[in-house]
Structures are given as C-alpha cells and as structure tokens.
C-alpha cells in the first residue's frame, strides 16, 4: 500500500488531506496515518498543516569529496548530500535530488534520485592490469577505477595514456579510444587535455574542402555594392604573435567631435548559414589557445588568409561608425558593409612605447597623430566607463609560450596599448547591442547577471575582515569603489580575487540580461568572429538589416534556435577555458621541476587549514604547507594563519620561499618557506635533482621572451591571470595515488 499511496502523490502532483486518501483508498484512519507517518518518516512524502504532498527536488551538477559526501550545486544555496546517498554519480554530472527534512543541525541534505545527464562520455588515463583485466586509472582526481573492454588494447604496454567512452551499466565499463603516448611528456600531455574535454583538433576533409574552395581575390561585383574605406588611415593593433587580425580601426576630427571607425572581419560572407564550415565552427563554440598549440574555430584559410585584415591587402569587413561630441557621448552610429585596405600592421608593444614617450618605427611614424587622438579618447571613455560602475580588475597577466620544448612565461605590459583596443571594442559591441534591441531584433547577447545575494553577503564580511566596507545594498559602483581603494596597496590582488570570485559567469543569452561587470543595459560579442562563433551570428543578424532580408520566417527561426546556440557556446566556451587552465598548469609544474632548490619571492595569495597558496611574480603558485610552516592554525575571523608570539601570514603578504617538489601530472606545486640556514640544504637538493634529470630532455629555464628567434612566426600563447591548483590531497594519499600494482596480465577471456 506504501508504493500504492507514493505512486497516487505522484501521479496527481498535488498535496492532499488525510480524509481525500481515506476516502479515495477506503482506508481506516489509524491504517492510513501509519503508511502516511512511514512516507514522511523516510523522506518520500512532507506533512505541513494537515496536508500531505511530495518532498521538494532540485537540479544541478554535484561535486563529490573523497570522503564521499557532496553537494548538488544550486543558484541558491549547495545542498548538501551524506555519504550513502549519492547514488552512482560521477563529478559534475547533472542530478536531481529530493530535499529532505533538517537534521540535527537544523539543516536540510538531500538524497540523489536520478543522474539526467552524464558529465563525460570519455575518460583520460593510465592503463593498468589487474588479475588478467584491462583497466584505466582515470587521471580525474575523483573517478573510479574502470574495467575495459578488451578490443584494441592488444600491443599496449602498463602505463600507456588512452582514452576510453565509458559505458554507464550497473557496474560502468570502458571501451578503448585512442592511443595517446607513453607517461606524461608535453605532448602526451596536450592530446590527453584536448581528448578530455572534447575538443575538436582536426578538421573534417568536407570542410577543408569548403574552404580551399573559396577564392583569396575579392570579386570585383562585390565590391560595388560595398562602402569604400580604403582611402582611410585604417590599422590594426595585435600582440607581436598574432596571426589572425579580426579588427581594425581609424580615427578621424569632425568640426564638433569625432568620428571613430571600428572594422570587423566580414566572416559571415565566406562562411554560409548551414554550410559544411558553418556547422564546424558551431561545434567547436570558440578557437582554443594551448600553450604551444592553437585549435582554430576556422580553418586557416579563413583564419589567417581571405578573413585576416592583414596590412597592405582589400579586406572585407562589416563596420561600425560612432560619431562623438568633445563630451563623448555618442551623437550618431552607422553600420556599413565596407572593404578596407589595412596601412600597417601595428603591435601592442610599438604602441605601448609611443605612449611613454618613445618614437614609432619609421615605417608608422605617419599614423602618430592617430594614435596620440586614440590614447586621449579611449582614457577618457574608460574613465567614463569606470564612473559610471564598470568593474577594473588589474590583473597581471602572464602569456605561457611553448616553441621547441622551451617554456616562457612573459609578463604582459602594454596596458595603455591593450586598453586602447579594448575601450574601441567595446563601444562596438555596445553600439551593436543597442541597435538589436532598439529594433527588437533577435540576437545572442553577452550576460552577466548580478550576484547572488548570499554570495554578496560572503564578499561584505571577508572584505570586513581586511578593512574594507560594502553598503548592504548591491551596486557595481560600490564594488569598483573597493577596488579602487585596494589599489597599490598589498591586499590588491586578493581584493580583486574576492570581488571576481562573488560574481555570477558571464554567458551567453538569447535575452538580454544586461552586463553587471561592465555597467551595460546592452551588450554584446561583435568584434571577432574568426575566434567566437557567437559573433559571426550576430554578424549575420546585422546584415540581414543592412540588407533588408530579415523576413518574419528567418526572425521566428533565429529566435526559436538561437537559446540552444547560445547554451552550446557558454559550454565550449567553459571547456576552452578549463583545457588551457589546466595544461598551463601542467607547464607552470614543469617550469617548477627544472627550478627545484631555488628561492623566489611571492605573494601569499590563499590561506586554508592545510598551508598557505604563494604565487610568484611570474604567474606560478604552488603550496605552503601547514607542517612546513611551524605552529600556525587557521582562523577564519581573521583570514590568516596564526602563529606564535603574534606572528600571522595574512593574504597578501610577501613570502619567500623555496620550490621543494613538483608534479606534473597532478598539477602541484610544493614550496617551503626559505630560511637562511636552510640555503645549504636547498643547493644540495638541487643538485641532486639536476642529476637525476641528466637523461631527460631538458626544457631550458627561460623566464622572457627568446632573443633568437624571430617573434611573428612563433606560436599562439595562452593567457594567464591566476592559476589555482585544486585541491591538494595529502602527502600519504598522493603517493600511493595510481600507483600500478605489480601484477603480471593474463591473457582470459572476458566474462560479459
């Protein structure tokens, strides 16, 4: 009868009284109150007043601990699910749980009903034997062990890395993939990240095809019907490596203002709505930047031949003209299909030097009055932007560069150079959202939504503990306030931190939500779409109404798909991020490996109650750990550890330490704090490890760019603001982490 009254509350999906399921079961009413009492008593039905109804559930990924508890990630609030009650979820997968009533503590935990979606189709790891069986040891922190089906692992040796589609049975099993090499060297390392995240890195011969079929000459026919600009001074500024220029720009004086030309790439005219192209570059969402690999949403005859507005050749672009009093609000905006023809190729670093006084080279000293105008008026537009509450995060950003086995990590400092751009790009994709909106035409729009009002109320109280005050009341300007006090001042980067890590992910939408992080009604992605796919639809919805080809049929078709177009890029968008994230923090613990012994200055940059994270000046951070530090213990009051005789180590302290071991694969990086009567032992351990790399191919130690090569043909870099390592697990369960067992394989026939 149990089953009977469950399956009646779910059917119907509506509370019901005590006398509805007497008369609805012909129960007596002792009877039917026990099966009641029992339901509420193991969580499956809830009792408010005299009324009975099913339990709340929620949904959302869950994130499991080791220990083997988790919490089903809300908007909210995390609910939190005990051991035991996970069901067979993995990480991240999506789940649905039933909320049930508060324990001792007075808090609700959740009981996982049903997995709706898995969060990986294929895993990443390190092949193994165990009593005559294949089986992977994901590198996953946090998955199981994974019995294999036997089929193409024939000639592979214990230790190879593969990757395998896991089959999600009662007891789940892997089927052999790919091949990817041998332990953890560089390029084991970047097919494993790329077949983890499910990357695209080689394009289908259909599309190859399509693209070596479009011609590199622009038809003189189309031409005609096109805004000639290419008696303008029409540049473009990129980093010294950049080989797709998606961007160009032009300044010219007006009688009572400005006029500022923004030039996008014309991708839309080669890559066709439902083409062979077209639905590559939807499936990949965004090009992906590795350290020492790039892979382009488009194929390179696009992304770096007919599409790139390189110096010198007629480009087609879509264009944006904003006209600007002497106060610079915007007086007057036109958009033009246009063709350009680029008069230099300008870098940040060339532009970065003219605004501190130095000369340009020879060849661009005519563009000078151009970029003297420029700097002025984007200051001045990023000073209005920052009134009016925009978020200034000042990060210091570190390009990662692998060429040749060598690793570079190059401290980027261009900001006047690199905010000259930025302020023009966006006004362009402002200009362009307004546009779509006052039209109420159907666009993907850029979101960012305010933050949540528990995370603004974690943020007040950790910024009150380092001295600084935010009203009760959520506002962009009082967190730009903050920041601004911060500035220069130690605690700098771990303000910054704070604020950015209260803050919502910014998204794609088919609605616009507003931008809260950069203080916009409207905004948009318009200003590369060699590189996000987001723009190229949005290029496309531009100059459907240039043209006046925007019929009801095309507008109800674009705004039926375009909330699932905008959901598949957030998601690619998310991966990109993570695979770099991930492999710069694999290099970051190479560079480590090489510079075991040696002492270096940096920040404390995170306190916990197993050590203290220390980043050092050129992006990489490693772990302080609290055995190494002496007697401190963790106080969250005071977001320090506390030592004795007063001493504390707070964030944004400076710390020298000692890089005392690394690790590769798990991504970790070890320090010790350096004590001068330990600098004898810190030599000696160096050198001990210098040989015991004797036979390994040696990566030089090089911080800074190489002066040997020339810089335009090396590779795209990934940039790096903060790199943070995870969780760190402990010294006894890292070392027996994956480790083989020394068993001989037999050869058996799999029982299925």
């Given at each position: 009868m149990r089953e009977t009254l469950l399956e009646f509350f779910k059917k119907?999906?509506?509370p019901h009284?005590?006398?509805?399921?007497?008369?609805?079961?012909?129960l007596e009413k002792r009877e039917a109150k026990a099966y009641l009492k029992a339901l509420v008593r193991e969580g499956l039905l809830e009792k408010k007043g005299s009324q009975y109804f099913l339990p709340a559930r929620v949904q959302g990924p869950i994130s499991l601990h080791r220990d083997g508890y988790g919490f089903v990630r809300l908007s909210e609030k995390d609910l939190?699910?005990?051991?035991?009650?996970?069901?067979?979820a993995w990480p991240e997968d999506l789940v649905e749980a039933r909320i049930m009533p508060p324990g001792r503590d007075g808090k609700p935990w959740g009981v996982v009903e049903r997995i709706l979606k898995r969060a990986r189709?294929?895993?990443?790891?390190?092949?193994?034997?165990?009593?005559?069986y294949a089986v992977l040891l994901p590198d996953e922190p946090g998955l199981p062990e994974l019995r294999l089906l036997p089929e193409g692992l024939h000639g592979l040796k214990r230790g190879s890395r593969i990757v395998v589609k896991v089959h999600y049975d009662r007891r789940p099993y892997g089927e052999f993939l790919e091949y990817l090499g041998e332990g953890d060297a560089p390029e084991t390392e970047t097919e494993a990240v790329i077949a983890k995240y499910g990357l695209r890195a080689e394009f289908p011969e259909e599309v190859l095809k399509e693209a070596e079929a479009i011609p590199l000459e622009i038809p003189e026919a189309e031409l005609k019907g096109r805004q000639d600009f290419r008696d303008l001074r029409v540049f473009t500024i990129d980093g010294v490596d950049a080989k797709d220029f998606d961007d160009a720009i032009h300044v010219e004086r007006l009688p009572k203002g400005y006029r500022i030309g923004v030039h996008i790439a014309d991708v839309s005219h080669y890559v066709k709505e439902g083409s062979a192209l077209d639905q590559e570059a939807f499936l990949r969402g965004t090009s992906v930047y590795l350290p020492g690999r790039v892979l382009p949403m488009l194929p390179e005859r696009l992304s770096n031949g007919v599409c790139s507005l390189k110096p010198h050749e007629d480009r087609l672009v879509l264009s944006v003209l904003v006209e600007l009093d002497e106060d610079l609000e915007v007086k007057r905006v036109r958009f033009a299909e246009g063709v350009i023809r680029s008069v230099a190729r300008m870098t940040y670093t060339e532009v970065e030097a003219f605004a501190e006084g130095f000369g340009l080279p020879e060849e661009h000293a005519f563009l000078a009055e151009d970029l003297n105008l420029l700097l002025d008026l984007t200051q001045r537009l990023r000073q209005k932007r920052l009134e009016a509450g925009s978020l200034d995060f000042s990060f210091p950003e570190v390009k990662v560069e692998v060429e040749d086995g060598t690793l570079y990590l190059i401290p980027q400092e261009e900001p006047r150079a690199r905010s000259l751009i930025e302020e023009l790009m966006l006004l362009a994709n402002r200009m362009v959202a307004e546009h779509l909106v006052n039209k109420g035409l159907p666009g993907l729009f850029r979101v960012h939504e305010e933050p949540l009002e528990e995370a603004y109320g974690k943020l007040r109280t950790a910024l009150a503990r380092l001295g600084y005050t935010l009203p009760e009341k959520l506002s962009s300007k009082a967190l730009q306030r903050v920041l601004l006090e911060a500035k220069g001042r130690p605690e700098e980067p771990v303000v910054a931190n704070l604020v950015l890590r209260s803050l919502r992910l910014a998204r794609y939408a088919a609605e616009n939500l507003g931008h809260f992080g950069l203080a916009m009604e409207h905004y948009l992605h318009f200003t590369s779409p060699i590189r996000r796919y987001p723009d190229l639809v949005v290029h496309r919805v531009l100059k459907a109404i240039l043209r006046r080809s925007l019929t009801p049929a095309k507008k109800a078709r674009w705004q039926e798909t375009f909330p699932a177009i905008a959901e598949h890029a957030s998601e690619m968008e998310r991966k990109a991020e993570a695979a770099e994230r991930e492999l710069t923090k694999y290099y970051m613990a190479k560079w480590a490996e090489l510079h075991l012994g040696e002492r270096f200055v940096?920040?404390?940059?995170?306190?916990?109650?197993?050590?203290a994270f220390v980043t050092l000046r050129n992006g990489v951070e490693g772990l302080v750990r609290l055995e190494a530090l002496g007697p401190y213990t963790y106080s969250e009051e005071a977001l320090a550890l506390l030592g004795p005789k007063g001493k504390r180590i707070r964030l944004g302290d400076e710390m020298e330490v000692v890089i005392a071991a690394a690790n590769p694969r798990l991504r970790q990086i070890d320090l010790l704090p350096y004590r001068g009567e330990e600098k004898k032992e810190a030599s000696r351990e160096k050198t001990l490890v210098k040989k015991g790399k004797a036979k390994e191919e040696e990566m030089r130690k090089v911080v800074g760019p190489p002066t040997d090569k020339s810089r335009d043909s090396r590779p795209e870099r990934a940039t790096v603001n903060t790199v943070y390592f995870g969780e760190w697990a402990p010294r006894e369960e890292k070392a027996g982490m994956h480790r083989p067992v020394e068993t001989r394989a037999?050869?058996?026939r799999r029982r299925r």
């Open positions: 119907t999906g509506r009284r005590l006398e509805e399921i007497l008369r609805r079961f012909g939190f699910i005990p051991p035991g009650y996970t069901q067979d189709e294929r895993v990443v790891g390190t092949l193994d034997f165990r009593k005559g940096g920040k404390v940059t995170g306190v916990a109650s197993f050590g037999k050869r058996r």
